[in-house]
């Protein structure tokens, strides 16, 4: 093969690297001097004809850099301003004379020069503090060249945030103190401080205070946690006073609430989401850290949250889970640290009767409100989507619906009075069959459960729920005679879940290697199967019941289908279409891992065609690196030293998001475990004003700190 001449393969190169070519590839840093001038005699040499003054042109922008060149009137030095002000006031970090000395001037020498604006990194000013140099993403900028008499001004637009890179980025680390992290300096109590991210040029502000949530006798100092998947919500749909209500959920503790303004990014704490206990004997309840696993703002009301609480301690055998609905009543205003949000409470599911566990039970007879423990994890409309697991995250559990109605206490008289419209034994529906509920996703405000599968394998899972071989099979063989119906060990879930069915397929974990069988007639223990990769197994071999939902996920129709009875796949199915990874689905956009996107109303879109894809490695300057390798496609010579990571890189993608799939997320946790111990010092605290309600009002820090138990 010929190979690129060296002049021309490293003019592309070096352009790659100066400005961070393959927007969403590598991403690599430009590593000027200090005064970020940089001169290259292999840089391919514009034509001569002149274009006054200084023949200043951009040759390029990223997301954090630009790179201008420029041909100097003499061999002295030039300076340049850059800012994202018309008026050069403020500058941005990495030019600023100030902050980084002669980081505006391009030290002389040579009359063809470049400057790089913009490093990938932070730097440490005279003050002590250490600055993001980096530019900030999709923003224009104002620079001004000086040269001796001669100035010339103009703009540049730093490139979007691209969507695909070659490697994650390593952590910051400061060369000149080892040991030591090289991330911009954070201001403890500056909740107006900005920041550019170093890495990808996003503007940070910051929301949470590390005094926001301490420890008081009502709830315990735990630190923020913050959404692992894009298909978690904080925020409500609907503006309040120009911004919007945000939850931000704590690590054991009660989430805090903020608002805040997107246009100009102002955010106020507007205290700690909690409920107090409530001694209501009919309607009370015990103090609650309201569910901010995703946050259950109303649709239409900006001021209503939704959570559910617990009747009484869960080693309490006539334990009930309720609904309760807050509404915010503090106008906005900011309050000082670890002080509550100012909500009134009210049980819209009252006792003895009508508790959120007996409207599930008496909608359908088959739940047990004493086996499952529910997590509300989304409000659609008018909606809200339950999710009832008999364990942890990936165990068998129910998918309930609860229709709102006019938000006041069930049962009463009236017509639209809250109460359960739809529920799903997950693991009984034929096309969900030995499946474990990993999430449930909010969807928007459309009638449509969005539900992730997993096998019930694992402890947290309560499986797996196995059978075993009673004789040898050769790999040919259809006929398997089995020791019963399946049996779980595990202690955590019922030892019998249901018998195995035509259709159920079986992981078979032998010695020789393990296969999938798919039963097609059952005669009591003799199973006849289908197999497509047959193997021979041994007498004793394990035959794991697996989910029968291939893609991983399903999607309900629950107005059309309340009980989740369909088998003719139209109400209750998996798409085929996106599969086998994390999405977003927010009605009408449907998301995919690798930026695949779906667009149109929900309903009528699920399973139909991809509309379009976001490209991992868009082009620079007419360059394109590669941000994606599949193991087994071939890297282009030209390419191989852009990314001699990444194709052995990719080959354990799967198998890790497999193995984490599998893994219960932190955030993932009962209803009990979240709720404080101390039942009778909150009952000293509440004021309940008529049945069912409840106001909590700002409280000071102090008081003695207590660890919540289940």
């Known amino acids: 093969m010929n190979r690129p001449s060296r002049r021309m393969y490293i003019s592309w190169a070096t352009l ?47 997301s954090t850099q630009a790179l201008l060149s420029y041909t100097a009137p003499s061999a002295l030095p030039c300076s340049i301003e850059v800012s994202e002000s018309r008026g050069f006031s403020p500058l941005v970090h990495d030019v600023n004379p100030g902050l980084f000395p002669g980081s505006n001037r391009d030290g002389g020498g040579e009359l063809s020069r470049f400057f790089v604006i913009g490093k990938k990194t932070s730097g440490l000013a005279p003050d002590g503090k250490r600055y993001s140099r980096a530019l900030q993403a999709n923003t224009v900028h104002y620079y001004r060249l000086t040269c001796g008499a001669v100035s010339v001004p103009g703009t540049f637009t730093t490139t979007n945030i ?26 403890p109590g500056d909740r107006d ?74 955010v106020r704490f507007l205290g700690v989401m909690y409920a107090p206990a409530n001694g209501d004997s009919q309607n009370g309840w015990r103090s609650q850290y309201p ?116 938000r006041q206490p069930a049962g009463l008289e009236r017509a639209d009075t809250p109460r359960v419209i739809a529920a799903v034994p997950v693991w009984r529906q034929p096309r969900s069959r030995w499946c474990g509920i990993h999430s449930l ?3 928007g405000d459309t009638p449509v459960a969005a539900v992730e ?9 309560t499986g797996p729920y196995a059978t075993t071989l009673t004789q040898d099979v050769n790999a040919s063989s259809t006929t398997f005679v089995v020791a019963g119906e399946p049996t779980s ?21 032998g010695s020789g290697g393990e296969e999938t069988v798919t039963i097609t007639g059952i005669n009591g223990n003799t199973w006849q199967v289908s197999r497509r990769n047959g193997r021979s197994h041994r007498s004793g071999t394990a035959l794991w019941a697996e989910c029968s939902a291939e893609t991983g996920n399903i999607f309900w129709w629950f107005l059309e289908d309340p009980s989740g009875a369909d088998t003719t796949n139209r109400h209750y199915f998996a798409d085929r ?68 990571h990444q194709v052995d890189e990719q080959h354990h993608e799967h198998e890790q998001r497999r193995e984490h799939d599998q893994k219960p997320d932190d955030h993932e946790q009962p209803v009990e475990q979240l709720a404080p111990a101390d039942v009778e010092a909150d009952l000293l605290e509440g004021r309940a004003r008529g049945p069912g309600v409840h106001v909590s009002r700002p409280r000071g820090s102090g008081g003695s700190a207590r660890s919540p138990r289940c």
């Open 16 to 62: 790659a690297s100066l400005a961070s070519v393959v927007l969403g590839a590598v991403q690599a840093p430009v590593t000027p001097t200090e005064s970020g001038q940089t001169t290259s005699p292999r840089l391919p040499r514009r034509s001569r004809q002149a274009t006054p003054p200084l023949d200043l042109r951009v040759v390029g922008a990223t």
């Open 162 to 187: 691209p969507v695909g890179k070659t490697f994650p980025e390593p952590l910051p680390l400061d060369k000149a103190n080892p040991g030591q992290y090289n991330f911009p300096t954070l201001e």
């Open 193 to 266: 401080q900005t920041v550019v991210d170093p890495n990808t040029g996003a503007l940070l502000r910051r929301v949470t205070l590390p005094g926001d949530l301490g420890s008081t006798r009502f709830w315990d100092a735990s630190q923020t946690i913050w959404y692992d998947s894009g298909s978690f919500e904080a925020c409500s749909k609907v503006p309040s006073n120009g911004g919007y209500h945000c939850a931000v959920p704590s690590d054991g503790g009660p989430p805090r609430m903020y608002w805040i303004d997107p246009a100009s990014g102002a």
């Open 291 to 406: 569910t901010a696993v995703t946050a259950l703002w109303d649709s239409q009301r900006n001021n209503v949250y939704y959570t559910l609480a617990n009747t009484r301690s869960s080693e309490d055998p006539a334990r009930k889970q309720i609904l309760l609905m807050g509404t915010y009543t503090g106008g906005d205003h900011a309050v000082p640290q670890n002080t509550a949000a100012e909500f009134i409470w009210t049980n819209l599911t009252p006792g003895p009767e009508d508790t959120l566990s007996d409207l599930l039970a008496r909608y359908n007879r088959s739940f047990d409100p004493a086996k499952f423990t529910c997590q509300a994890r989304a409000v659609q409309g008018d909606y809200l989507v339950v999710v009832c697991r008999r364990y942890y995250q990936d165990s068998y559990g129910w998918v309930a619906v609860v229709h709102l109605g006019d």
């Open 441 to 443: 996703n909010p969807a």
């Open 453 to 461: 599968l997993q096998d019930l394998f694992g402890d947290g899972a």
């Open 489 to 509: 060990a595990n202690r955590n879930g019922d030892p019998f879940l249901m018998g195995a069915a035509v259709g159920d397929r079986f992981l078979v974990k």
């Open 577 to 644: 279409i996106l599969w086998d990874g994390h999405r977003v689905t927010r009605d009408p956009y449907d998301i995919m891992e690798e930026y695949v996107i779906r667009v149109g109303p929900l309903t009528r879109t699920l399973n139909g065609p991809i509309t379009f894809a976001l490209t991992h490695s868009p082009s620079f300057a007419g360059a394109a690196g590669v941000a994606r390798r599949e193991r087994g496609e071939k890297v282009p010579v030209e390419l191989r030293r852009a990314v001699p």
